[in-house]
Nanobody
Framework: QVQLVESGGGLVQAGGSLRLSCAAS????????MGWFRQAPGKEREFVAA???????YYADSVKGRFTISRDNAKKTVYLQMNSLKPEDTADYYC???????????????????WGQGTQVTVSS
């Protein structure tokens, strides 16, 4: 059974930090890029960060310098460290696994085949 399970969300004050985790099971992990997306109420799901299988990272401009994506292939887990959180970071956060080993357009939702159920992040002002 393919599963991506996010955890680590919650309520935090502006300026605070959270670390999200996404544990994968039932699917290949180490040879595929992984991504984080988020969706705020009434908005489309948007790209946050991605990491290739060799560790190259990409970030949305809105989170660059504040968020860090990383992965542990032995644990089949991808992380999103979020610092200096702002109220506009409030959203449901989803992890996803790339569709192909050579997926390149990692900012596009279409490049991902498997998605988690999401974890809620609320940043109060």
């Amino acid at each position: 059974q393919v599963q991506l399970v996010e955890s680590g969300g919650g309520l935090v004050q502006a300026g605070g930090s959270l670390r999200l985790s996404c544990a994968a099971s039932g699917l290949s992990f180490s040879s595929y890029a992984m991504g984080w997306f988020r969706q705020a109420p009434g908005k489309e799901r948007e790209f946050v960060a991605a990491i290739t299988w060799i560790g190259i990272t990409y970030y949305a401009d809105s989170v660059k310098g504040r968020f860090t994506i990383s992965r542990d292939n032995a644990k089949k887990t991808v992380y999103l460290q979020m610092n200096s959180l702002k109220p506009e970071d409030t959203a449901d956060y989803y992890c996803a696994r790339a569709r192909y080993r050579d997926s390149a357009a990692l900012q596009s939702r279409d490049e991902y085949a498997y998605w988690g159920q999401g974890t809620q992040v609320t940043v109060s002002s």
